[in-house]
């Protein structure tokens, strides 16, 4: 973490909410991607990142060392993952409330269950392949390839030198491809992450 982040969750602890948005401004697409890995459902991961960062914002006066922020962060990230998980499968449990509209006349807004079906099956097979993939390549290329991150946003949010983010995206992507179903077009994979996430 850079220095000006450093003083950024100083004076963050001490109250200053544009400091906070900055710090939020600097780290969002790193916990959202963190967050995505896990869930595979980016609705999903973005009220994760809201409740991520509201519980920050309150607990940030009691963060002891400004250095920590990130993993800091990260690890309230993962808390909010699994009291989410907690909660879905209490609701899971409860019987859901009767309807008065039978379901042949609801409205289907969107794309066919079917493609939505088959969007859903690709994104969870190629997410299958990114998470068996070292660490130090899942981020990166989750950053990349579907937050849409810049090499820039990336370097920064990862502490990587533009050189060194470049080398773990070339061989994440090659170690990517190499691992994907014949089925899954490996040539695309890039192209396609960005356009069905």
């Not at 940030?60 to 993993?71: N, T, V």
């Not at 859901?96 to 994104?123: F, H, K, N, V």
């Not at 130090?136 to 030198?161: H, K, N, V």
Request: proline share 7%; glycine share 6%.
């Amino acid at each position: 973490m850079s220095d000006t982040d450093t003083a950024l969750v100083k004076r963050a602890r001490n109250g200053d909410r544009p400091a906070f948005e900055e710090l939020v401004r600097r780290t969002s697409r790193l916990v959202f991607a963190r967050l995505y890995l896990d869930t595979g459902c980016a609705d999903r991961s973005e009220d994760l990142l809201q409740e991520t960062f509201l519980h920050a914002f309150r607990a940030l006066p009691k963060l002891a060392d400004p250095a920590g922020f990130r993993p800091w962060l990260l690890s309230i990230a993962h808390n909010a993952l699994i009291d989410d998980a907690r909660r879905a499968t209490r609701l899971k449990r409860l019987k859901p409330p009767p309807s008065d509209t039978p379901l042949s006349e609801l409205a289907a807004a969107g794309p066919a269950p079917d493609e939505i079906a088959e969007r859903t099956e690709l994104r969870q097979r190629v997410l299958a392949v990114l998470r068996s993939l070292p660490e130090e390549y899942r981020l990166p290329l989750t950053l990349r390839y579907i937050t849409g991150a810049d090499f820039d946003t990336i370097s920064q949010q990862l502490g990587l030198s533009n050189g060194s983010l470049r080398g773990l995206l070339h061989r994440g992507l090659k170690m990517l491809r190499a691992r994907l179903p014949s089925d899954l077009a490996p040539e695309s994979v890039g192209e396609r992450a960005t356009t069905h996430y």
